[in-house]
Nanobody, 123 residues
């Protein structure tokens, strides 16, 4: 299954970006999905996740109130709306499709991964 993450770019602090994750095959319609990020020299961390229908969501503390994860169930496409971006949000962002329908915060519980999209926030 091929995932395509897009929407990254170079922005200034305080700006917004909307990341999209499209799936080549609609295998993600009934699966939880998540967004992860990895900054240079740091380990990959989860940013946000949701269960298959978006009724349950999770956000890491540093993005709560600024980021919103959502999903187009019919298309199996996930989105990450990022507002009030900060320089510390700079990273490569990855989307992933979970093993099942639930919400997972553990990266090992994700089956398919996208190639990543770079987000750079300047101060």
């Amino acid at each position: 299954v091929q995932l395509q993450a897009s929407g990254g770019g170079l922005v200034q602090a305080g700006d917004s970006l909307r990341l999209s994750c499209t799936v080549a095959k609609r295998t993600s319609s009934n699966n939880g999905m998540g967004w992860f990020r990895q900054a240079p020299g740091k380990e990959r961390e989860i940013v946000a996740a949701l269960n298959w229908n978006g009724a349950l969501t999770y956000y890491t503390d540093s993005v709560k109130g600024r980021f919103t994860i959502s999903k187009d169930i019919a298309k199996g496409t996930a989105f990450l709306q990022m507002n009030s971006l900060k320089p510390e949000d700079t990273a490569v962002y990855y989307c992933a499709v979970g093993l099942g329908s639930g919400l997972n915060t553990d990266g090992t519980r994700y089956r398919y991964w996208g190639q990543g999209t770079q987000v750079t926030v300047s101060s």
